[in-house]
T-cell receptor, first 116, second 115 residues
Framework: SAVISQKPSRDICQRGTSLTIQCQVD?????MFWYRQQPGQSLTLIAT?????????ESGFVIDKFPISRPNLTFSTLTVSNMSPEDSSIYLC?????????????FGPGTRLLVL | AQTVTQSQPEMSVQEAETVTLSCTYD???????LFWYKQPPSRQMILVIR??????QNATENRFSVNFQKAAKSFSLKISDSQLGDTAMYFC????????????FGKGTKLTVNP
């Protein structure tokens, strides 16, 4: 499985501010994804991070609120903008396509965000 | 749209015993993948097992095995010889083959292994 790291691991932020979460993979991967897990809930896909082009967002998520970058095949960032307490969640990145293994996602350790 | 249903919000089992977690899904597709992920209190999502829908043989990984019933759209996870470290949330997930690789998750089952 891929070694995936996320920074920060957790943060406490004030409403109205923004936080950028980084996801780094130890080798090139085809696909990178960002998920949100609200307290006590399951995971919901925010967007697919596309290398060299704009991310593909799921219904209910917009680029202005969750801008995503993917400058290369091993790195992506998710920004949570103009935060409110409702954004308090765990944010997880996942990857697939490492070493040619497609259609299987491996997850990073997650970023626990609390917005006050 | 695909949906995944886990009807057991919580389950418990005694150490060394066997437990089965249920999952059903709804899709009109023929080719897809099914997964079980484990999320212990550390919050790390760990892939437990993967099943390809075109394979009739049930996937196994050590103490973990599945009962895949394609016609019934059922995908249960059996954990044998339960260990304390198996205590976690277990999520069933669905992915269409050859598409966006989007994972659709069930709501999860909280499993507690008691000593």
């Amino acid at each position: 499985s891929a070694v995936i790291s996320q920074k920060p691991s957790r943060d406490i932020c004030q409403r109205g501010t923004s936080l950028t979460i980084q996801c780094q993979v130890d080798s090139q991967v085809t696909m990178m994804f960002w998920y949100r897990q609200q307290p006590g809930q399951s995971l919901t896909l925010i967007a697919t991070a596309n290398q060299g082009s704009e991310a593909t967002y799921e219904s209910g998520f917009v680029i202005d609120k969750f801008p995503i970058s993917r400058p290369n095949l091993t790195f992506s960032t998710l920004t949570v903008s103009n935060m409110s307490p409702e954004d308090s969640s765990i944010y997880l990145c996942s990857v697939s396509g490492r070493q040619g293994v497609k259609e299987t996602q491996y997850f990073g350790p997650g970023t626990r965000l609390l917005v006050l | 749209a695909q949906t995944v249903t886990q009807s057991q919000p919580e389950m418990s089992v005694q150490e060394a015993e066997t437990v089965t977690l249920s999952c059903t899904y709804d899709t009109s597709e023929s080719n897809y993948y099914l997964f079980w992920y484990k999320q212990p209190p550390s919050r790390q999502m760990i892939l437990v097992i993967r099943q390809e829908a075109y394979k009739q043989q049930n996937a196994t990984e050590n103490r973990f095995s599945v009962n895949f019933q394609k016609a019934a759209k059922s995908f249960s996870l059996k954990i044998s010889d339960s260990q304390l470290g198996d205590t976690a949330m277990y999520f069933c997930a669905f992915m269409n083959q050859g598409g966006s690789e989007k994972l659709v998750f069930g709501k999860g089952t909280k499993l507690t292994v008691n000593p």
